[in-house]
């Protein structure tokens, strides 16, 4: 059994992203550890003074964690950074603005406490270009050059073509290539991934983990969509891995 980290921006990106392929591992008997880098607290506000954003966003990714079979949630409490072009990016706290060595050094250590197998975070741009985003893939590497046994590194991303290939501009929804917050394109091409996960089998925990996170308005926009169309839109889930391809659909921790 292998020993799986999970490096997400801001609680709930851990259940849109990989949620499928975390309940999987949990499933199959690995070890499952979900490192969250910010604080989330550019989130939505909800109506609640006596906890601030951060404080339910902890609280909320804990129920997603329990949902998902994580053994370790570890909050590095970084501060959000917000999306591109907001106010907060200024903040040099921010999780954007930090060193991303120094980051990495933080997750490496976990990596040696866990002595962990595979390291799994986002493409270059974040898959939609959210500057924290953008961090967690640079703190990934960082943290894989650190640490002492350099783990197998994934990269999750979305698939471009299949995304073109859902949207219709009649109906609505994201057009793939749109620019992102970034100016780029969502997610990757096809012909750069390396594996195509089935989680048909847990999307329903996947949504559940989502739903964990009620307080967000992004996530509350995901479950109005009908459960059929949730699994169906929701039932893959990809990763770039450096050195790997063309595409294969299976499951890449044997
Ligand atoms: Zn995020």
């Known amino acids: 059994m292998a020993t799986l980290v999970f490096l997400h921006a801001h609680p709930d990106d851990e259940a849109t992203s990989t949620g499928g392929t975390m309940a999987l591992a949990h499933d199959l008997g690995h070890r499952v550890v979900w490192i969250c880098c910010t604080d989330g607290s550019q989130g939505t506000r909800t109506g609640d ?52 060595q120094v980051v990495g050094a933080d997750v490496a250590g976990i990596l040696d406490e866990e002595d962990a197998d595979v390291l799994v975070g986002y493409d270059w741009h974040g898959n939609y270009g959210h500057p924290d985003h953008i961090m967690v893939h640079k703190v990934m590497n960082a943290a894989a050059d650190q640490a002492a046994r350099r783990p197998r590194v994934l990269q999750a991303t979305m698939n471009r073509d299949a ?28 012909s750069e991934l390396a594996w195509k996960v089935n989680v048909n089998e847990t999307v329903m925990r996947k949504r559940a983990a989502l739903a ?18 949730f699994a169906l839109g929701f039932r893959h889930e990809y990763f770039i891995e450096e050195g790997r391809g063309p595409m294969v659909e299976a499951w890449p921790f044997d």
């Open 49 to 100: 003074a006596d906890e601030s954003v951060s404080q339910v966003r902890r609280r909320e990714a804990r129920a997603s964690a329990e949902i998902l079979g994580v053994d370790r949630l570890v909050f590095l409490e970084h501060q959000d950074s917000g999306m591109h072009g907001w106010a907060s990016n200024n903040d040099p706290e921010a999780f954007m603005n930090v060193d991303p």
């Open 163 to 190: 995304m073109r290939d859902g949207y219709d501009p009649e109906l609505g929804g994201i057009d793939p290539d749109a620019p992102g917050d970034d100016g780029n394109p969502f997610g990757t091409p096809e």
């Open 212 to 229: 964990a996170h009620e307080s967000q308005e992004d996530a509350k926009q995901l479950l109005a969509i009908p459960d059929e169309f």
